[in-house]
């Protein structure tokens, strides 16, 4: 992560089945979640950073530590009912990264990756706690870099 200033005890990687996708979690020097995604060694997604603005909150996705990294895989497939193909492959890897704040209030944010051999996704789980029982996200601050963006925009 070029520039960033992200640390190497903070970081976790996951590939596709077939290990030509690749995908990094890492946080900034101020504990900001970063994650990047390459295929075949080009980059596809560079750095971009993860959080929310939640009402009447600090910022979630600031001064974070990576407490616990699980990893899975699952494969299956299942048959449509209608569509263009009659089976359909789930095969993917899974990394579960799991967030605390360093301070006070100390909240929990999980972010659960699946790689597959022909994309990736993720969703943030909120993990039941007292300092999360009721809120409003404001703003979700998860950003989408690509890095022919991130090259023309540092040379204008």
């Not at 290990?19 to 990094?24: G, M």
């Not at 990576?66 to 492959?89: A, L, M, P, Q, Y």
């Amino acid at each position: 992560l070029g520039g960033i200033g992200c640390t190497q005890q903070q970081e976790s990687f996951i590939s596709s089945p077939n290990q030509n996708l690749t995908l990094s979690l890492q946080l900034t020097e101020d504990g900001m979640p970063v994650y990047e995604a390459s295929f075949r060694d080009a980059a596809i997604i560079a750095p971009s950073t993860m959080g929310f603005d939640i009402q009447d909150m600090p910022y979630l996705g600031k001064n974070m530590e990576i407490v616990n990294v699980e990893h899975d895989s699952f494969n299956e497939t299942w048959e449509t009912v209608w569509g263009e193909k009659r089976e359909v492959k789930n095969h993917y890897n899974e990394m579960l990264v799991a967030l605390r704040e360093k301070d006070e209030p100390n909240r929990l944010m999980n972010i659960r990756f699946r790689v597959y051999d022909d994309g990736l996704a993720f969703r943030y789980e909120f993990p039941e706690q007292e300092e999360l029982v009721y809120f409003v996200i404001e703003d979700e601050k998860t950003s989408f870099l690509t890095p022919l963006f991130t090259h023309a925009s540092s040379t204008l």
